[in-house]
Structure formats: C-alpha cells, structure tokens
C-alpha cells in the first residue's frame, strides 16, 4: 500500500499533499457521533461540516423512518472526508460501538440524572449521539445510553438547534488534553484514500501502476 500511495501522491501539487498531512495528523476516531434519524437534510449536513471541523473521522447513521441525505452546499463537500456508517436501527450501532470500547453519551434536556457538559468526562473512546429534531432521542437510546449530556443554557429556550448542539458538544470534547489521533493503520489507510479522491484520474493511475508492477514481475520470471 505504501508504494502505491508514493506513486499516487507524486501526482498532486506538493501544496495539497501537504494539506492532506496536516488534517490527517488532527483526525481522531477517539471521539465519534451518531445521528439517529434525523429528518433535516440541512442539519444532517450541517453536523458533517462540525464534525470534520473538529477532525471527528466517524460518524454513525442511523436510518429508521428517515433516508439520510447530504446537502453539500451546507456540508461544504466535507462528506466526502469522513467515514459515513450506515445503521438501520439504534441497537445494531450501539452493539458496534460497545465491540469497539466506546461509552456513549447522547444530548438531552435537563432531566433527572443527566450530566451538565462541564462536569461530563469519558475514561476513553466516547460516542456523541444526536437524536431527532422533533422526537429527540429514542426510547432505547435514553434507556441504553451511558450517559445523558445537558449543554447548560441561560435563557428562555429550552434546546439549542440540533447542529448547534452537535457543534457545542464536539467543541468541548475535542479541546480537552489528551485526544489521541489516528492509528499508524487508519492514517495511511486514510492518506491513500484521500489522495485517490484528490485525483481525477485516480483510477487509471492505479491501473497503470498494477499493470506496470505485473509487467515487471513478468520479466523477472523470463
């Protein structure tokens, strides 16, 4: 893999395979979210800008009655720099979370028994979830999650917007200490895939180099 994103890299200007360094050292998968059936296109993609502002790789989608959609001139094409996963129920992207360590914490209102923002703090991997716009969060999601979040507030509102929510929650997570980065496997398998989507022509490039390394190991056996 490493060879093949060499030959890959040496086609893009030296500035923007520069940019794609400096991203990828601030991306992390120590912290992800998860929408659950959001019905707003214009929130959804919102989010996404949020999320790969604060270099959040991942996120989960969770389809009920809602098809998610992106809006790109609200994302600002950031969709494509993130790891969209595709759930159909609360439970299957919850059980992944769990397998792979993370603790999740889902927004609510001020109830009984949730956290105000300030005071919340994860031992390790932490899972963000959103829920919809009008409903909230699912009654599994409040029953099964590990923790319910408040954003304080000082006015007469009750709830901030959902993207806001999302942006304020990540916010603070995110400039705590401490936030690992990438693995050595996810960077480079993420720096590959960025350089082919920064090319036009990423995929007759990998064509002509596997058939230039087949052309090679040909002549080698004569």
């Not at 120590?30 to 996404?48: G, M, Q, R």
């Not at 031992?123 to 963000?128: E, Q």
């Not at 304080?152 to 990540?170: K, R």
């Not at 401490?178 to 990423?202: C, D, Q, Y």
Request: hydrophobic share 40%; with cysteine.
């Amino acid at each position: 893999m490493g060879e093949l994103k060499d030959f890959l890299a040496s086609f893009l200007m030296p500035q923007r395979l520069a940019r794609i360094r400096d991203v990828l050292s601030k991306r992390t998968n120590h912290i992800t979210v998860v929408l659950e059936d959001i019905y707003d296109p214009h929130n959804a993609s919102a989010v996404l800008r949020s999320c790969d502002a604060m270099g959040i790789q991942t996120v989960h989608i969770i389809q009920k009655r809602h098809t998610f959609q992106v809006k790109e001139g609200v994302s600002m094409g950031t969709g494509r720099w993130l790891d969209l996963r595709m759930h159909k129920e609360t439970s299957e992207c919850f059980d992944e979370l769990r397998k792979n360590g993370y603790l999740i914490a889902s927004a609510s209102p001020p109830l009984s028994g949730t956290v105000l923002l300030p005071d919340f703090q994860s031992p390790g991997k932490t899972a963000i979830v959103l829920g919809s716009e009008k409903d909230g969060l699912s009654p599994f999601a409040r029953e099964n999650s590990d923790c319910l979040i408040t954003i304080p507030m000082f006015g007469f509102a009750e709830s901030f917007n959902l993207s806001v929510s999302g942006a304020i929650l990540l916010y603070a997570l995110r400039s705590r200490d401490g936030v690992p980065g990438l693995t050595t496997a996810e960077s480079e398998a993420l720096e590959l895939e960025w350089i082919r989507k920064s090319l036009r022509n990423a995929e007759e490039l990998e064509k002509a180099y596997h058939a230039k390394g087949d052309a090679e190991e040909g002549s080698s056996r004569r």
